[in-house]
């Protein structure tokens, strides 16, 4: 019945769109659109979540590790870049601490860039193929202008993204305490405009979003007392009608869920 309506609200749409689900309590999946792997955008953070907390485990970083933050050389001068560090003053001491939470919790742009300073961008995807999703690839920082000019993009897997987090519900990404720590987090993310808009405030979501001039993504846990996972993605076609779309899918995921014997 969940597919059947994901498929009658997908038709006729123009675009590309994918749509995965995971029951945690039944271990059901699902997927529908007619695309898996997209853009980046915003989704490329959590890479350099899990790229952290691996190297914490490792002994390649602290957690306390002071950062000093240079302006000139990090500032993103795009007026859309989100976040807040492009806003403080030049020479702020930061932990890793600080800038991956600031990264999660409002998607800030400089920290994930000098994260992946920190990290090595190889050092990432190399974790990642090693995970098991060779589709999750930086190739470049946000906002690097010359990359972007040269058609150069990140790139994830909506399938993958799904895994990543049933793998942190189940304590097995990095290890059960870094799966549930990730998982707190992540449910401090302040963009609620797709997956969360429909439920009330209260209900708990662990998920990040991506959005772009031209792509929309979201992807992470709904803990109803019938937790189950979305990883959703729309791309070419109107921003507006996307997220309309997206939030529909989130909805019928959820009415789907609950009417399940």
């Known amino acids: 019945m969940m597919m059947s309506a994901i498929s009658d609200r997908l038709a006729n749409t123009e675009g590309k769109v994918g749509v995965v689900y995971i029951n945690l309590t039944t271990g059901q999946r699902l997927f529908c659109g007619n695309c898996k792997i997209f853009t980046a955008s915003g989704i490329v953070l959590l890479m350099a979540l899990v790229e952290c907390f691996k190297a914490m485990e490792e002994g390649r970083i602290k957690r306390d590790q002071i950062y000093r933050l240079d302006l000139n050389s990090v500032r993103i001068s795009t007026k859309s870049s989100y976040g807040v560090l492009n806003h403080l003053h030049d020479g702020i001491e930061l932990t890793i601490e600080d800038l991956y939470k600031v990264m999660i919790t409002v998607s800030d742009n400089i920290a994930f860039n000098v994260l992946v300073d920190i990290l090595?961008?190889?050092?990432?995807?190399?974790?990642?193929?090693?995970?098991?999703?060779?589709?999750?690839?930086?190739?470049r920082k946000i906002y690097d202008l010359e990359k972007m000019a040269q058609g150069i993009e990140n790139s994830i897997s909506i399938e993958d993204v799904a895994t990543i987090y049933e793998r942190m519900y189940?304590?097995?990404?990095?290890?059960?305490?870094?799966?549930?720590?990730?998982?707190?987090?992540?449910?401090?993310?302040?963009?609620?405009?797709?997956?969360?808009?429909?439920?009330?405030?209260?209900?708990?979501?662990?998920?990040?979003?991506?959005v772009d001039d031209d792509i929309l993504l979201d992807g992470g846990i709904v803990y109803t007392e019938k937790p189950f996972i979305l990883s959703l993605a729309a791309t070419d076609m109107d921003a507006?009608?996307?997220?309309?779309?997206?939030?529909?899918?989130?909805?019928?995921c959820y009415v789907g869920t609950m009417e399940e014997v």
């Not at 090595?120 to 190739?139: A, C, D, H, V, Y």
């Open 120 to 139: 090595g961008m190889e050092n990432i995807n190399e974790t990642f193929r090693s995970l098991g999703f060779p589709n999750m690839i930086i190739k």
């Open 170 to 210: 189940k304590g097995q990404l990095i290890s059960e305490a870094a799966s549930k720590e990730m998982l707190e987090l992540l449910a401090l993310h302040q963009r609620s405009n797709i997956i969360p808009y429909p439920f009330h405030e209260c209900m708990e979501i662990s998920h990040l979003t991506g």
């Open 240 to 252: 507006q009608k996307a997220e309309i779309l997206l939030r529909d899918i989130t909805q019928i």
